[in-house]
């Protein structure tokens, strides 16, 4: 596959914004990733898409840029199983960055052990049919079963209409469960309604955590995170803060820096975290998602 970016892809902001909110002393930025940059972390010849660089300098200048302490990086489709940008992100952060890996089924507990070392505490299982091919439960479940003993989670991607029929799956496996950005609700439907109903039944029998991030992914009307708009969202919002107030000791929060595949637009991260005040509305509820719970989570040590 050619080296060059996606048509269309869209780069990540480069001039966010003062965030108005502060953030609590400790918060984690509990969902980000790194890409390359490619010249020195080739991506994987099967990805399905080639992304603008966004290394671990850039990451970690958002970071201080938004007056946070931590990260916690997710391995990007785009790097496949190759976890190598992720562990020298990791190896670079001090101690202040945890990761997510992706591993193969025949992952090796040596490996398993190399990852932990550097700070990886848990694996990403995508079952987003548009970045993945079809996700081999056997291999998962095999998988899951060798992370176990190391105290690590698995991270779930799926869109909402998917999850009636990966529920009993999810449920079987023998490791915590975190759930990407709400498992991609429909905006458009009823926070009271049936499917998100369905949804918050899943998490509680499951015990799973949820991250209600990237709101710039499941709006449909806006307004965006742009220009300095201290309301963006506000179609995500009433979801977001559903799950914050029914779970608010397993909720985090992450910015999904640098964006992957958004073709609508690049929100400014800086307003993306004035954003929290709106779904989590007391300091409460703040202090929770964005620090007690990710340490909790990723430095129980701590």
Not at 64 to 90: K, Y
Not at 137 to 145: F, G
Not at 257 to 263: G, M, S
């Given at each position: ?18 965030p108005t909110f502060t953030a609590p002393d400790g918060a984690v930025d509990a969902h980000c990733h790194v890409f390359g ?67 193969d089924a025949g992952v090796t507990r040596e490996e398993l052990e190399r990852l932990h070392e550097a700070g990886v505490r ?167 998602l964005l620090v007690d719970n990710p340490m909790r989570l990723y430095w129980p040590e701590e």
């Open positions: 596959m050619s080296t060059e970016v996606t048509p269309g892809w869209l780069p990540w902001h480069p001039d966010p914004s003062e940059p490619a010249a020195q972390f080739p991506f994987a010849p099967e990805r399905k898409y080639t992304p603008v660089d966004a290394g671990k300098d850039q990451l970690f200048a958002l970071r201080e840029h938004l007056g946070l302490s931590r990260n916690v990086i997710v391995q990007a489709t785009c790097h496949g199983s190759d976890n190598s940008a992720l562990v020298d992100a990791l190896r670079a952060s001090g101690g202040r960055a945890r990761g997510v890996a992706t591993v848990g694996v990403r299982f995508n079952f987003v049919k548009r970045l993945v091919d079809a996700a081999p439960t056997e291999a998962l479940e095999a998988i899951a079963v060798k992370i176990a003993p190391l105290g690590w989670h698995v991270v779930l991607y799926f869109e909402a209409p998917d999850l009636p029929e990966l529920a009993d799956f999810f449920l079987s496996l023998p490791v915590p469960l975190v759930i990407d950005h709400m498992g991609r609700p429909d905006v458009t439907k009823d926070p009271d309604g049936p499917e998100f109903a369905g949804f918050l039944d899943f998490a509680a029998r499951s015990g799973a955590w949820v991250k209600v991030s990237c709101p710039e992914r499941l709006t449909k009307t806006g307004p965006r995170a742009l220009d300095g708009e201290q309301h963006a969202y506000t179609d995500v919002v009433p979801f977001a803060r559903e799950v914050v107030e029914t779970f608010p000791d397993r909720v985090l929060w992450g910015t999904d820096w640098p964006h992957p595949n958004l073709t609508d637009h690049m929100p400014d991260d800086g307003l993306l975290l004035d954003h929290v005040q709106h779904i989590a509305v007391t300091a409460e509820h703040q202090h929770a």
